[in-house]
């Protein structure tokens, strides 16, 4: 059994942040069904750069993120697809839709009307603003939320910034906290039998992961240094040059800098006043960073990581993703597991829950969907026979 085995998700979400919230869903286990638009469906089923697979409508963007779900073509926008959805309703325990705020409300399927259906709902609401506010109308992409929440601002250096993160953090950290948020809210109606409304805002998901930075400008006044690869809390704390590329080393602690300072055969660096201490050598970062680039530059990057690891001091190599994605920790941890889509596509390998629980693991059980491949299954299930099956068919319905 799963964690959420036995919990029903109804899943009207497009893209990113809904689907990456509701694959962590699907993961543990609950029954995740995705509510598409007959004609096309999630638009991330032609996002990717294998045509062939746009062309199926399962495009690389929808593969990564879908798996272990059922896919329901229905059109919400025919009366007769909105009783569908309702008696769907009547049998779910949650519902995620990424929408901008209002567009339920005026499919007649807003909160207030599928509470009455079903009181012990969980409803999400997944949007770049939140539901209400000065800027709740506006529209809103991942890049657009890293603008706006100085996400971008503490990126690059003086030489390229502003400057956006190379994955779409924003979306994925919202689909995260909306995940998390469904499982507290779960928790909450197992304790006392109440559902209830859930706002996520974009906005206001990636602000608190800026934690430290935001910090220093709101209890300290500092305003962010936009510093490269470097951190801004300690030194040496960042990437260096190396005989053969670069070097990540996070000297965070006293004993870590005076290790480095060892390893790299220059002791004489730990007396120097500009370099003591920690508020010193974040100051003169500048002058030190040469210093150790030049014994560094002496051996290649394997040499120094080891070493350096060897004293307790944080060290790793600078990876491609294609390395990242080999490594062999990642495969002794399993955290890319293979699931097979169909004859053309063949084996995929996508992620799987990243967290490792003893009791109720999560595993990839089934592959992302084809749009609609479960429709009459979940008609059946809601007393719908061949016939108004078929009927809903013919009218466009599904």
């Not at 029954?31 to 999630?42: A, H, Q, R, S, W």
């Not at 990540?248 to 300072?261: G, H, L, P, S």
Request: charged share 25%.
């Amino acid at each position: 059994m799963g964690a959420l085995t036995g919990v029903r998700v109804l899943d009207l979400t497009n893209v990113l942040s809904g689907p990456f919230c509701t694959l962590h869903l699907a993961l543990l286990g609950a029954e995740v069904i995705k509510v598409e638009n007959p004609k096309g469906g999630d638009l991330a089923r032609v996002l990717g750069n294998v045509p062939a697979y746009n062309k199926k409508l399962m495009g690389t963007s929808f593969l990564a993120q879908n798996a272990n779900k059922k896919s329901l073509s229905l059109n919400l926008k025919t009366e007769d697809g909105r009783v569908v959805f309702r008696r769907l309703v009547e049998t779910a325990d949650v519902v995620v839709e990424n929408f901008r705020p209002g567009v339920m409300d005026r499919l007649g399927l807003g909160w207030e009307t599928l509470r009455a259906l079903n009181p012990k709902l969980v409803y999400c609401a997944i949007s770049g603003f939140g539901q209400t506010g000065p800027d709740a109308d506006k529209p809103a992409y991942d890049q657009i939320i890293q603008g706006l929440s100085g996400e971008m601002d503490v990126n690059g250096d003086e030489r390229l910034h502003p400057l956006r993160a190379g994955f779409p953090v924003c979306d994925t950290v919202g689909g995260l906290n909306a995940a998390f948020a469904v499982m507290a809210a779960l928790f909450h109606r197992e304790r006392t039998g109440e559902g209830q409304f859930i706002d996520v805002a974009l906005l206001d998901s990636i602000l608190p992961l800026m934690g430290w930075v935001a910090a220093n400008l709101l209890i300290g006044g500092a305003d962010p240094v936009p510093m490269g690869n470097d951190n801004f809390t300690a030194a040496p704390s960042g990437s260096f040059a190396t005989q053969d590329g670069f070097i990540n080393i996070a000297a965070n602690k006293q004993e870590q800098w005076e290790a480095v300072a060892d390893v790299l055969g220059v002791p004489e660096l730990k007396a120097d006043p500009r370099f003591q201490e920690r508020d010193a050598r974040k100051k003169n970062r500048h002058a030190l960073t040469p210093l150790l680039e030049e014994k560094l530059k002496t051996r290649d990057t394997a040499h120094w990581v080891e070493a350096l690891n060897a004293r307790d001091v944080p060290s790793g190599e600078i990876l491609s993703l294609r390395q990242a994605l080999s490594q062999p920790q990642l495969e002794h941890r399993r955290t890319l597991r293979e699931v097979r889509v169909d004859e053309e596509i063949g084996a995929i390998r996508v992620f799987g829950l990243s967290a490792r629980m003893g009791a109720t693991p999560g595993e990839i059980t089934a592959p992302p969907p084809k749009l609609g491949a479960h429709t009459d299954e979940v008609l059946d299930g809601l007393g719908y026979d061949q016939t108004a099956i078929a009927d809903l068919r013919a009218r466009g319905v599904i």
